[in-house]
C-alpha cells in the first residue's frame, strides 16, 4: 500500500522547519515500526515551489495476504498492539489491586 500526501504552504519553508519536520517524521516512523515493520513515511520537499508531499508506504508480510495488502496488515497489527497494551494495564491494575 502507498499513499502520498500533498501540502501546499502560504509561505516558503525554511531549511531549519524542513529539517525539523524531517526529525519528527523520524521519531513517528520508528514508533510505527515498532508494530507494523514494514512501514515508512517519506517527506519529499522542492524549495522552489511551495509544494511538500508526505509519502506513507506498507508492504505487507504476506504471510496470509499478498504483500501489496499492507493496509490490512496495519489494521491488524495496530489491532494487536493495542489488545497487548489494554491487557497490561488490566493485569497491572489486576495486581495493584491484590496488593491493597
Known amino acids: ?13 525554511k531549511i ?3 529539517n ?5 517524521l523520524k521519531k513517528i516512523n520508528s514508533k510505527i515500526k515498532f508494530y507494523i515493520p514494514e512501514y515508512n513515511a517519506i517527506l519529499f520537499k522542492t ?10 508506504r506498507v508492504v505487507g ?3 496470509y495476504l499478498p504483500t501489496y495488502a499492507g493496509n490490512l496488515d496495519i489494521i491488524t497489527s495496530s489491532a ?21
Do not use: W
Open 61 to 63: 508480510q504476506g504471510d
Open 47 to 56: 524549495f522552489e515551489k511551495k509544494i511538500f508531499r508526505v509519502t506513507v
Open 16 to 18: 531549519k522547519e524542513y
Open 20 to 24: 525539523n519536520l524531517k526529525n519528527q
Open 80 to 100: 494487536v498492539h493495542l489488545a497487548k497494551q489494554i491487557t497490561s494495564i488490566y493485569i497491572n491494575d489486576k495486581i495493584k489491586k491484590s496488593y491493597n
Open 1 to 13: 500500500m502507498m499513499n502520498s500526501l500533498f501540502f501546499e504552504l502560504n509561505k516558503p519553508m
